[in-house]
C-alpha cells in the first residue's frame, strides 16, 4: 500500500484515527511552545525537558491526540529530525492510528530545509516488503500531513516523496530473492519502472553481450543456467544542462555463492541476493531524477548476472579478455563484482562522459573499514567534485570517507601471464579493487563502495532492514546540487 504525503498550512480537525506530532528541540524550543498554546492547549508544558532527545508527551482525551517528541540538540539536526519522526510513526502504526500529522515549528529565520528531512524519513519509516507473507500485517497509516505555516514547502514535500518512492524501489530490488530475480528479470523490471517513470532502457541479451565481446560479464555468467544481461538506462531531458551525461554504473550480481571460490565463512552467502544493491540504486536514481524532471542528462549501466559454480564457471587462473581488450588474470572467481564493473566502465567511454560513478556491494573489507555507517569512496577527479558528493553524503546522511588510490596498489595487482590479476591480497582490499576499477577509466570517476550500509541485518530507525535503498538519495541530492541549483 503506498501511503499519501502531503503538506499542509492548517492543521486538520481532531479525530480518533489521527495522532498529531510536535516535533520539539532546543532549536525551536519557543516556536513549538508558540504553536501548542496556540492550537492545542494554554495549559500544556512546554519546556527543556519536553525538548530532550527521545521525550514524550501524550495527551490523549476524546478524538485530540497530541504527541509531544523531544529532538533533542543532535550534532546533525536533520538526521535528528529522521530519527525522531521513524520514532512518530512507529508509534502511530503501533496504536493503529492511520492518520499522522507532523509539525516541526522554525524559529525565525531558521532554514526550511528539515522540512525534507521530515517528509523523507515519514514515507521510508512507513515501508514494507510484504511481496511473499500469506498474512500480509499491514501497517495501519495510510496518510501523512506536514503542517507548516510556509505554502512553499507543499514543493519541498512533494519532491522527498518522489525521492523516497525512488529509493522504496531500490530497497524491493535489493529484497527480492533470485529465485525470481534473475538478470533477465532485473532488465524487465528497469524497462517497467522507465516506462513508469519516464526513462529509456535498452536491454543487451547474451548474444549482444558476446559479440561486444564483454568477457568480464562473460566469464561470471559461465557457471549459471540463465543469460546475462547489460541495461542501458537514459534520462535525456530536451535541454539539459550538462553537455556530457553523467553516467552511473551498478554491479548487477543478482546472486553470488563466490564460484568455484565458494564463500567459504558461515551465513556469507545467506544474504547474497543483495549482491545487485548498487544495480538497485542505479535504477531507483534514473526514477528519481525522471520524477523530479531534473534538467540533467543521465546514463545508467547495469551489468547483471548471477556468479554460480557450474560446471563450465569460470575457474581461478583463467585469464579473461576484457571489453576493451584488456587482460584480467582469475585469482579468484568471488572478486566478481569488478569483473562486471570493468566491462561496464570501459564502455561508459562510448558516452564521452563528464562524471562516471559505480556503486557496488564489492569487498567485506569495505564493511569492516567504516561497517554500515557510510561507503568507501575512491576518485581520481577533483577535489571539489569529491567535496560535493561529500557534501551532499552528509545532507541525506549517507556518508562517504575517502580511500586513496596510491600508485603502490597497482603493483599488488600485477600479474606474472596478464596485465593484472582480479585481487590485490588481503592488505587494502577495498583500495585494490578500486585500483583494479580505474585500469578501465579514462574520465572523471568515483567508485562507491557500499557493502556495509546497502543491506542491514538488524533494523535502523527509517533506513529499515535488510535493503536501505542506499545511494538513490545520496545521489539524487549530488545530481541536484551539482548541476541544477548551484
Known amino acids: 500500500m503506498t501511503m499519501k504525503l502531503s503538506h499542509a498550512t492548517q492543521l486538520p480537525p481532531a479525530a480518533t484515527d489521527l495522532i498529531q506530532v510536535v516535533l520539539i528541540g532546543n532549536h525551536n524550543l519557543e516556536a513549538a511552545r508558540a504553536l501548542v498554546r496556540r492550537e492545542f492547549s494554554d495549559e500544556i508544558p512546554v519546556g527543556e525537558a519536553q525538548a530532550e532527545k527521545g521525550f514524550q508527551t501524550l495527551r490523549i482525551t476524546g478524538t485530540q491526540n497530541l504527541m509531544l517528541l523531544g529532538v533533542g540538540d543532535p550534532t546533525d539536526l536533520h538526521e535528528g529530525l529522521r530519527r525522531a519522526v521513524h520514532t512518530a510513526v512507529s508509534f502511530t502504526n503501533d496504536h493503529k492510528y492511520k492518520r499522522l500529522t507532523l509539525a516541526c515549528p522554525k524559529s525565525e529565520g531558521q532554514a526550511a530545509e528539515y522540512i525534507t528531512a521530515i517528509s523523507e524519513s515519514a514515507y521510508l519509516s512507513n515501508y514494507q516488503f510484504l511481496t511473499y507473507k500469506t498474512k500480509k500485517e499491514v501497517n495501519s497509516l495510510e496518510a501523512v500531513t506536514i503542517y507548516s505555516s510556509d505554502a512553499a514547502d507543499a514543493a519541498r514535500v512533494a519532491r522527498a516523496a518522489k525521492i523516497a518512492e525512488a529509493t522504496t524501489v531500490a530497497r524491493d530490488l535489493v529484497n527480492e530473492p533470485v529465485i525470481t530475480l534473475t538478470a533477465e528479470e532485473l532488465a524487465a523490471r528497469a524497462q517497467a519502472l522507465g516506462q513508469r517513470f519516464g526513462f529509456a532502457v535498452e536491454v543487451f541479451n547474451k548474444q549482444k553481450i558476446r559479440s561486444l565481446k564483454m568477457g568480464g560479464i562473460l566469464a561470471v555468467n559461465l557457471g549459471s543456467i540463465d543469460p546475462p544481461t547489460f541495461s542501458i538506462l537514459e534520462w535525456k531531458p530536451e535541454h539539459p544542462v550538462n553537455a556530457q551525461p553523467v553516467v552511473l554504473v551498478g554491479k548487477g550480481v543478482v546472486y553470488d555463492t563466490g564460484g568455484l571460490s565458494l564463500k567459504p565463512t558461515a551465513n556469507s552467502m545467506d544474504f547474497m541476493k543483495s549482491d545487485m544493491a548498487g544495480a538497485a540504486a542505479v535504477i531507483g536514481t534514473m526514477c528519481s531524477v525522471s520524477a523530479l524532471e531534473l534538467p540533467v542528462h543521465v546514463i545508467g549501466l547495469v551489468p547483471a548476472t548471477d556468479n554460480r559454480p557450474g560446471q563450465l564457471a569460470y575457474t581461478p587462473g583463467d585469464v579473461i579478455t576484457m571489453f576493451d581488450g584488456s587482460t584480467v588474470e582469475v585469482l579468484n572467481t568471488d572478486a566478481e563484482g569488478r569483473m562486471l564493473l570493468a566491462d561496464a566502465l570501459a564502455y561508459a567511454k562510448k558516452f564521452d562522459p563528464e562524471l562516471v560513478i559505480d556503486l557496488a556491494t564489492l569487498t567485506g573489507a569495505a564493511v569492516v573499514a567504516v561497517g554500515t555507517h557510510g561507503s568507501v569512496m575512491m576518485s581520481n577527479t577533483p577535489e571539489a567534485t569529491k567535496s560535493a558528493l561529500k557534501d551532499a553524503g552528509q545532507r541525506v546522511y549517507e556518508r562517504l570517507v ?12 600485477k600479474s606474472d601471464i596478464a596485465d593484472l590479476k582480479n585481487i590485490g591480497g588481503r592488505a587494502a582490499g577495498s583500495a585494490t579493487a578500486g585500483k583494479f576499477l580505474e585500469h578501465f577509466t579514462d ?23 535488510n535493503g536501505s535503498g542506499f545511494g538513490v538519495r545520496l545521489l539524487t541530492e549530488f545530481i541536484q546540487r551539482q548541476y541544477v541549483t548551484q
Open 402 to 413: 575517502e580511500l586513496p588510490l596510491w600508485e603502490e596498489y597497482r603493483e599488488q595487482l
Open 443 to 465: 574520465y572523471p570517476w568515483v567508485h562507491l563502495d557500499i557493502a556495509g550500509p546497502s543491506f542491514l541485518h538488524n533494523t535502523d530507525s527509517y533506513r529499515g532492514k
